[in-house]
């Protein structure tokens, strides 16, 4: 990572209110580095931390585990990553025509610029990067 990076990073309760504060939390956080809500990094983070966290909620909950959400500024990238105590439960894009579920990671994947899979020594990481644009700040 960059040298010039900075980390916002929080646990939350593995919970559906736990997601939803991750998100709104994580607006806030971009809102007081130059990242207005509803701009272009905003709206595509707002969306990624959503996801990642339902899917740590619903899918990579261990009962007593939080999950955890980090969101770094690099210099052309704002990344996010969320962690969580499910090693075996891996994120995929499932085909539209064919999953039950997994429409999520679509969004992901035409939301990111990249994003994948990292394991833990307990769990895994999620992580997802928007690119950021030329003189977004406000």
């Not at 929080?10 to 919970?15: D, I, K, P």
């Amino acid at each position: 990572m960059s040298a010039t990076a900075t980390t916002w990073a929080q646990r939350f309760s593995a919970t559906k209110r736990g997601a939803r504060l991750a998100r709104h939390l994580a607006l806030i956080e971009l809102a007081e580095r130059g990242f207005p809500l509803g701009g272009y990094e905003s709206e595509r983070v707002a969306l990624i931390v959503a996801e990642l966290a339902s899917n740590a909620v619903n899918h990579g909950r261990v009962p007593g585990r939080d999950f955890e959400l980090r969101v770094m500024e690099l210099e052309t990238v704002l990344r996010v990553e969320v962690s969580d105590a499910r090693a075996d439960k891996r994120p995929s894009v499932q085909p539209a025509h064919v999953a039950e579920g997994g429409y999520g990671m679509c969004l992901i994947e035409a939301t990111a610029t990249a994003w994948g899979v990292a394991d833990r020594v307990m769990g895994k990481t999620v992580w997802a990067e928007v690119a950021k644009r030329e003189g977004a700040r406000a």
